[in-house]
């Protein structure tokens, strides 16, 4: 079973940081692409940042010179450094993972979240 798990989220002041952690765990062979996805109150789910597993990156415009997505292959683990928060960058955030389990089956996992509040 893989699991992904976020955390690094809370409540910080407009133009604070918060390094935000996802971790995968399970019985994985591989793990390719990796994402962060925001999801604001009433909002579709929108893709932040997402990383290769050769290290390739992309970023939302909204965040672009704020934000720096990384990764970690050798523990299975990516990151999302968020400095100069706004008000709008309040969310929940999720990471997503494209897994390769023991058994070849590649599939797409989800974390449960973490919040980001934003006070002005």
């Known amino acids: 079973q893989v699991q992904l798990v976020e955390s690094g989220g809370g409540l910080v002041q407009t133009g604070g940081s918060l390094r935000l952690s996802c971790a995968v765990s399970?019985?994985?062979?591989?793990?390719?692409?990796m994402a962060w996805y925001a999801q604001a109150p009433g909002k579709w789910r929108e893709l932040v940042a997402s990383?290769?597993?050769?290290?390739?990156?992309d970023y939302a415009d909204s965040v672009k010179g704020r934000f720096t997505i990384s990764r970690d292959n050798a523990k299975k683990a990516m990151y999302l450094q968020t400095n100069s928060l706004k008000s709008e960058d309040a969310a929940v955030y999720y990471c997503n993972a494209e897994v390769i389990s023991n058994w070849g089956i590649e599939r797409l996992y989800w974390g449960q979240g973490t919040q980001v509040i934003v006070s002005s």
């Open positions: 399970g019985s994985i062979s591989r793990v390719n692409t």
């Open positions: 990383i290769t597993s050769d290290g390739v990156t």
